[in-house]
T-cell receptor, first 113, second 117 residues
Framework: RKEVEQDPGPFNVPEGATVAFNCTYS??????FFWYRQDCRKEPKLLMS???SGNEDGRFTAQLNRASQYISLLIRDSKLSDSATYLCVVNGGRGSTLGRLYFGRGTQLTVWP | GAVVSQHPSWVICKSGTSVKIECRSL??????MFWYRQFPKQSLMLMAT?????????EQGVEKDKFLINHASLTLSTLTVTSAHPEDSSFYIC?????????????FGPGTRLTVT
């Protein structure tokens, strides 16, 4: 079983739409959770960390459910510039190499005008 | 802040040759750097964890004699792909952690696209 699994996508939505991505992780010891964004042929860039209480940054809202080992990302009022691949990332938790991160395969989003 | 650079950004080499990729943290000191590989439409796969002044820790299935990692200073780690073959063609990305920014937030270099002919 993979450490991190994501919706396969791709998601194709019009500008202004709301889109949600889901992710599950297998290691219950994981302590830190992130969403990264990766543009085509570029490196991943940190979009936001995900906190237990859920957190919001402008149009982006992240939720964490530790009991279900489930993470989500909601994007409201989609912009053309949101088109990218979104990576769900979790750390290895206690006992693993410090800083070890596990990446999901990514969900591709295309926002069309 | 938290800028990581990589050099070269792309390289084409012949089968059997070796290629060195540099990863630098430009505005902070990175005690730990990570090397990843990403094939098309695949996720990033961690190859090794590099700690300054000590031997790298390789992930299972990654040949340490083929992928030589040196982390000689707090701002520089290098990955050398020895005797490269076409199947080594991939996107190689390094990352570094910034102390005090959350212990496992990582900042990535722009990546090096390697093509072995």
């Amino acid at each position: 079983r993979k450490e991190v699994e994501q919706d396969p996508g791709p998601f194709n939505v019009p500008e202004g739409a709301t889109v949600a991505f889901n992710c599950t992780y297998s290691n219950s010891a994981s302590q830190s959770f992130f969403w990264y964004r990766q543009d085509c042929r570029k490196e991943p860039k940190l979009l936001m960390s995900v906190y237990s209480s859920g957190n919001e940054d402008g149009r982006f809202t992240a939720q964490l459910n530790r009991a279900s080992q489930y993470i989500s990302l909601l994007i409201r009022d989609s912009k053309l510039s949101d088109s990218a691949t979104y990576l769900c990332v979790v750390n290895g938790g206690r006992g693993s190499t410090l800083g070890r991160l596990y990446f999901g395969r990514g969900t591709q989003l295309t926002v069309w005008p | 802040g938290a800028v990581v650079s990589q050099h070269p950004s792309w390289v084409i080499c012949k089968s059997g040759t070796s290629v060195k990729i540099e990863c630098r943290s430009l505005d902070f000191q990175a005690t730990t750097m990570f090397w990843y590989r990403q094939f098309p439409k695949q996720s990033l796969m961690l190859m090794a964890t590099s700690n300054e002044g000590s031997k790298a820790t390789y992930e299972q299935g990654v040949e340490k004699d083929k992928f030589l990692i040196n982390h000689a200073s707090l701002t520089l780690s290098t990955l050398t792909v020895t005797s490269a073959h076409p199947e080594d063609s991939s996107f190689y990305i390094c990352s570094a952690q910034t102390p005090g920014q959350g212990w496992d937030e990582q900042y990535f270099g722009p990546g090096t696209r390697l093509t072995v002919t």
